[in-house]
């Protein structure tokens, strides 16, 4: 028993061909790039309405504190350079 190959091919359209086909619905664009916004989110951070809280409330506070330490690190950064005297400087 063999197996028929099959090969499709694809038949280029010319520009007027395209245009002709091409009807731009706003409403619906707009509907499917919410629907993909949402499947993202969703993924991210989970499909129930807690763990999207849950997982927000994670990443605002982590966030947060990286921020609190980057300010750290730059305020004694600071501090060295400006009032403690190096050694042949």
Do not use: H, P
Request: proline share 0%; hydrophobic share 40%; glycine share 6%.
């Amino acid at each position: 028993m063999g197996f028929a190959e099959v090969r499709l091919v694809l038949v280029k359209k010319n520009k007027s061909e395209r245009s002709q086909n091409f009807k731009a619905d706003m409403k619906t664009i707009k509907k499917e790039d919410v629907k993909k916004l949402q499947e993202t989110f969703s993924q991210f951070f989970g499909a129930n309405s807690r763990e999207m809280r849950k997982q927000s409330s994670r990443l605002r506070n982590r966030i947060y504190f990286f921020g609190f330490v980057a300010t750290i690190f730059f305020v004694v950064g600071y501090y060295l350079t400006k009032n403690v005297k190096f050694i042949g400087m």
